[in-house]
């Protein structure tokens, strides 16, 4: 029946090897792992119940001997075909769809037909769980909802009886499904083709995905039916242990009873039932305006009580603007004195002996630094080459990217930031008067319960901090207070004093100092909202902070964890430093805490885990997030790509420098060490290539066996170079080189082909065709039994030993479908940071790398350069990624994608199969970039290229403009994490 569980358990037998074919219907936000149900039988099974008067929610029982008339013929031949279409070469196949039961008299007529013996595993679930669900979901009340549970599986039970059987509990199957699937292959006679995919299968049986707790039948005004419910679940019960005649004979005396019932009054409770329902759900809805009027009212009168204070703080500010701008006249008039000073001294120094002979100097310098531009030209792209492909225009915007260095001496970070600010980032009545219709337009306002341990901070800083709460343009919000004891008196003067201004302000005093993490459990105790937000005492939030959070909530209502841009700010009020994130990406959480600020949780998944751990000062909040995630999904985590947080840059505090506090990265590593320990992966955190980043090392047993693919043609120099320099710098042990051989003509080439393969150095594999990147791998990796397959450039020099150990360990991990690696020019800039989609000077961009130039010891922006990271696409010019996988998406395109793109393609595919793509710092490498492919300038080339390019666009088009892990406040043309003017949200 529907809500009974019925999905899970078929996707545990899909993942133990049963067929049950392709064409599903969507999952969708009521049932995230999918439905398993087969479009083209429910289609059918819609279309009969139709026919017979019917539906899969009509409590009605069917005429007797309905499968035997001659209109029912033609849906039995379209079941048929269906069988044969889509299981017709299968030897163990399954279908599901929870009309059947109703419909089973029917399909057994067709399995004798078509010589196929069926089994059948009946899954039942409490009567009372499938009753709560289907209220809240198709608003039906308990007495319907209990007959349709009790028909379904009378009838189940009454059809397959004298067949291969086995009842499954789905609240037992939750609890262990080894058990219960393993009982059911038993007394099937079945043996499970894949009975090893245990990891996929705990992956899909997650307790938290159970709709309901398992719970009592509701009260009901029939009387009756509850009666038949209760005796049919005990029934139930003893036929999931072992059957007898007798408990079926108690079902029959059930099924005879409602069968008894007179099909009109049957027809009569029906339509009582949709009415009941209709007056329930209108019921509901005038509660709901109700519970809106009281809403409202409380917002005008908070709105009231808000405007008399600004008013009294508007009359102090006026106040005090009259005391600064004394104070600012007297400031200027100091200024121009001190001015006035300095021309002179400037005059003095212009008209030195000194200062002209020294100008030859300066003049020297600009012109070298002219000419350094010009030797870095083959570093980027060759000048022609880009002419050639795209245009003067193109050209020029390269040209002018290598010339930002001028900007960026005239014009200072910080200045571009403050313009950007000014424009895209600062709040207007105009903008205000927007966010409150949608706030009010909003259907659900949840509450939000800001909180805030304090301890001794500054009095103007906390007032600032209290005040940016206060000042939230979303109304349904609270503020937590717990002070830890502070020793400086006005910290309890100034907050006592705001809560008595503003009702939302909620304190306790706590009597003794206990730190952070047991300051935010307090505060955290004064919470009633649905979430909690995460803030210092010291801390602002931009008065559209929390409107922006309710409005995540409202778009995806399965949020468990928001997170948002952020920026500091100093002492002055002055914002800097702004760190706009990508979306949520575990490995790189794994590296350091990305959530940081601005961090949002669910309250009730806070409270599941236990709140804040004492132990973990420091990294309390990375070591809760950790926690969280472990019952939840990166499906329900949500991030905001705006600044919503502003953090204080002090002396002392993290903002201003990371390892301040060093106790932080150790309890931050703890908390690492302890995740791992409860999902059972025995990894090793080690310090990261700068303090304060962790380098996970994932587990590796046994050493999979590699197949190190290379391409080549002629080239033999830089061929040796590349072989020379896996053989001696490579620590991993289980490896074979497979060379490519793509119609070497070199004499000198076959000579060395020759000698490895002597020397069992290599295998050579031949290509007699014109060069096809694509072909040439796919046909590589089908000749090879190796569980990894790592694709790799002939102009690749390995410099780092633990390269293949690396991108092994990350390559096997299940949710990882490639991995890439940290490439170098020779003169020691990054040639592939990993690759971004849609970006690039070209009209149509499709991808590029990242970081591209930068020196090898830059830590990239904010750290990305040093910290391994989920992208959208790495380079197959050094790429490892499992055979399966490889099979799984079908390769490479070799139709359409012949050189160019074939590789973010692949990774495209990849990403669209559920896999993530990977990039790690901790394998390196040098990359002589396309040394062997010839000229590009080749007309027939630059064709090629032009018709790669559209059919990427074409192909990829939406997703290659969104790239999730590149904010869409930062800049696409040339993809170097600069601010975007404007941004692209």
């Known amino acids: 029946m529907h809500r009974s569980g019925t999905s899970l358990i078929t996707g545990v037998c899909n993942l133990l090897g049963v067929e049950i074919g392709s064409n599903f219907l969507e999952a969708n936000r009521d049932n995230e792992k999918g439905f398993w149900e087969h479009r083209a039988v429910v289609e059918v099974h819609e279309e009969l119940l139709k026919h017979l008067g019917s539906g899969w929610d009509d409590t009605r ?101 004298g067949k291969a059987r086995v009842f499954l509990e789905y609240d037992k199957v939750i609890e262990n499904w080894r058990t219960e699937f393993f009982r059911a292959g038993e007394t099937l006679g079945i043996s499970w083709p894949a009975a090893t995919a245990e990891e996929e299968i705990n992956r899909l049986v997650l307790p938290e995905l159970k709709h309901h707790a398992k719970r009592e039948l509701p009260e009901t005004q029939g009387a009756k039916i509850r009666s038949w419910a209760e005796e049919t679940e005990k029934a139930l019960q003893s036929l999931s242990c072992s059957e007898s005649p007798e408990i079926s004979a108690g079902l029959d005396a059930i099924y005879a009873e409602i069968t008894g019932v007179d099909k009109n009054a049957l027809e009569f409770l029906s339509l009582w039932y949709r009415e009941a329902t209709r007056l329930h759900k209108e019921t509901a809805r005038l509660h709901g305006q109700l519970g809106d009027s009281y809403t409202e009212l409380h917002e005008r009168n908070l709105t009231v009580g808000k405007l008399g204070t600004e008013l009294h703080e508007r009359n102090l500010a006026f106040i005090k603007a009259n005391a ?57 792209v060759h000048a022609w080459r880009v002419y050639r492909y795209f245009g003067f225009s193109v ?51 949840p509450l939000i319960s800001v909180v805030m341990p304090v301890y001794n901070p500054e009095q103007s800083w906390l007032s600032s901090a209290i005040e940016s709460v206060l000042h939230q343009l979303y109304p349904t919000i609270e503020l937590c207070i717990a002070d830890d004891c502070s020793t400086k008196p006005h910290v309890r003067k100034t907050l006592e004093e705001y809560a008595a201004k503003d009702s939302r302000i909620k304190i306790i005093f706590r009597e003794k100092n206990g730190h952070i993490s047991e300051a935010s459990n307090s505060a955290l105790a004064l919470a009633a909202g649905e979430f909690v937000a995460l803030m210092d005492h010291d801390d602002v939030i931009p008065e559209h902070a929390l409107y922006y959070v309710a409005e995540e909530i409202n778009a995806h209502p399965d949020t468990d964890l928001i997170y948002s841009d952020e920026d500091k700010i100093d002492g002055d009020g002055q914002r800097f430093g702004a760190y706009f994130k990508g979306d949520f990406d575990i490995d790189s959480l794994f590296a350091r805490n990305i959530f940081s600020h601005f ?32 019952h939840t999904s990166p499906k329900r985590i949500r991030h905001i790509t705006r600044i919503l947080y502003h953090w204080r840059a002090i002396s002392g505090s993290t903002a201003t420098i990371e390892t301040n506090k060093d106790y932080a990265l150790t309890n931050g590593k703890k908390a690492l060490a302890e995740y791992f320990s409860a999902i059972g992966v025995e990894a090793k955190i080690e310090n990261g290539m700068r303090l304060g980043f962790n380098r996970i090392v994932w587990p590796l047993a046994n050493e999979p066996k590699a197949a190190i693919i290379i391409p080549t043609r002629n080239g033999m120099q830089l061929l040796k170079k590349c072989i020379e320099s896996i053989k001696e710098k490579t620590e991993y042990g289980n490896y074979e080189i497979i060379i490519v051989d793509n119609q070497s003509d070199d004499v000198e080439a076959k000579e060395y082909f ?21 072909a040439i791998n796919n046909m590589a990796a089908g000749k090879t039994d190796a569980e990894i397959l790592i694709f790799m450039n002939n102009d690749i020099e390995i410099i780092s030993p633990g390269w293949l150990r690396e991108m092994a360990a990350q390559a096997v991990r299940q949710d990882v479908g490639a991995v890439g690696a940290k490439l170098y020019y020779p003169n020691d800039t990054v040639q592939h940071g990993g690759v971004m989609t849609g970006f690039g000077a070209a009209k149509d961009p499709v991808a590029g790398h990242l970081f591209h130039a930068l020196r090898r010891s830059d830590p990239g922006y904010f750290g990305r350069l040093v910290m391994v990271q989920a992208l959208s696409g790495v380079t197959a010019a050094l790429m490892a990624m499992r055979k399966n996988v490889f099979d799984e998406i079908g390769g490479f395109d070799e139709k359409n994608l012949s050189v160019a793109f074939n590789d973010v393609d692949l990774c495209l595919r990849i990403r669209e199969h559920g896999y993530r793509i990977i990039w790690t710092p901790y394998a390196e490498a040098y990359h002589h970039e396309s040394a062997t492919r010839g000229s590009d300038l080749d007309k027939n080339k630059i064709e090629r290229f032009k018709r790669e390019v559209g059919y990427m666009r074409e192909k990829w088009g939406k997703v290659l403009d969104n790239d999730p892990y590149y904010n869409p406040n930062l800049e696409l043309e040339h993809g170097d994490f600069t601010l975007a003017f404007p941004p692209r949200i």
């Open 61 to 161: 029982i069917l005429p007797e001997n309905w499968q035997r008339r001659e209109e029912i013929k033609p849906f039995k031949e379209k079941l048929k075909e269906i069988i044969t279409r889509d299981f017709g070469n299968c030897k163990l196949w399954g279908i599901k769809d929870p009309r059947m039961v109703r419909l089973l008299p029917l399909w057994l007529d067709v399995f004798a037909n078509s010589k196929i013996t069926p089994a059948f595993i009946i899954t039942w679930r409490n009567a009372a769980s499938v009753a709560l669900s289907l209220e809240r979901r198709d608003g039906f009340y308990p007495e319907k909802s209990l007959l349709l549970w009790t028909i379904y599986n009378l009838e189940a039970e009454k059809w397959t009886r």
């Open 324 to 380: 600064d701008i004394a104070l600012l006249n007297q400031r200027n008039h100091d200024l121009a004195q001190a001015a006035e000073q300095l021309n002179i001294q400037l005059t003095v120094i212009f008209s030195s002996i000194s200062w002209r002979l020294t100008k030859p100097l300066r003049a020297a310098k600009r012109v070298w630094r002219q000419m350094h531009f010009l030797t870095q030209l083959h570093s980027y």
């Open 395 to 445: 050209l020029a915007a390269h040209m002018l990217q290598r010339f930002r260095w001028i900007k960026n001496q005239l014009i200072s970070t910080r200045k571009d930031y403050q313009r950007w600010i000014s424009l895209y980032d600062t709040m207007t009545g105009e903008r205000r008067l927007v966010i409150a219709k949608r706030i009010a337009a909003m259907p659900r306002k």
């Open 599 to 630: 961090g949002i949780y669910r309250r009730a998944l806070v409270e599941k885990v236990g709140g804040f751990r004492k132990g973990f000062e420091g990294s309390q909040d990375y070591d809760l997030l950790l926690r969280c995630l472990l």
């Open 754 to 774: 020759a000698e490895l393969s002597q020397e069992k150095i290599a295998k050579i594999i031949p290509y007699d065709a014109p060069f096809n990147y694509s």
